[in-house]
């Protein structure tokens, strides 16, 4: 059976760091996606805020809940936190119409997410 040769110290810590650094790269693209992704789901989610039915309230619970997830593991908790309080209001809600109370709160979340996102952006 042949033996595998010995890496050094450095060897292990160049390893790791090229490890660290493709993770970090990773990341950084699945934050940009993940930016871009919640840009094009807060106009779907206006929309349905708009519509002002059922449906609206479970398309706007579903959304926020991808966006809550996704925000907290990314590390956006913020926007996790905005998208969550979203979820809560739809999901306590959807048997009822959207009245003009709840718009207001939903959106009052929404231009919360928009915020976060601007800072994300660097704007």
């Known amino acids: 059976m042949a033996k595998e040769p ?9 390893i790791r ?8 790269a990773r990341m950084a693209e699945l934050a ?6 919640t840009a094009r789901e807060l106009v779907t ?5 708009a519509r002002d039915n ?4 479970e398309e706007i619970g579903h ?17 996790a936190d905005h998208a969550l309080r979203i979820e809560v209001i739809a999901d306590s809600r959807k048997a ?5 109370a709840t718009r207001a709160e939903i959106t009052t979340e929404v231009e919360g997410i928009e915020g976060e996102l601007k800072k994300l952006r660097g704007r």
């Open 45 to 49: 989610l206006r929309s349905a805020l």
């Open 6 to 14: 010995e890496r050094n110290m450095s060897d292990d810590k160049r």
């Open 32 to 37: 940009t996606k993940f930016v871009d992704r």
């Open 54 to 57: 059922k449906e609206g309230f």
């Open 63 to 79: 959304l926020a809940h991808r966006m809550a997830g996704t925000g907290a593991t990314l590390g956006f908790d913020a926007l």
């Open 96 to 100: 009822s119409a959207i009245d003009a």
């Open 17 to 24: 760091a090229e490890k660290i650094a493709a993770a970090r």
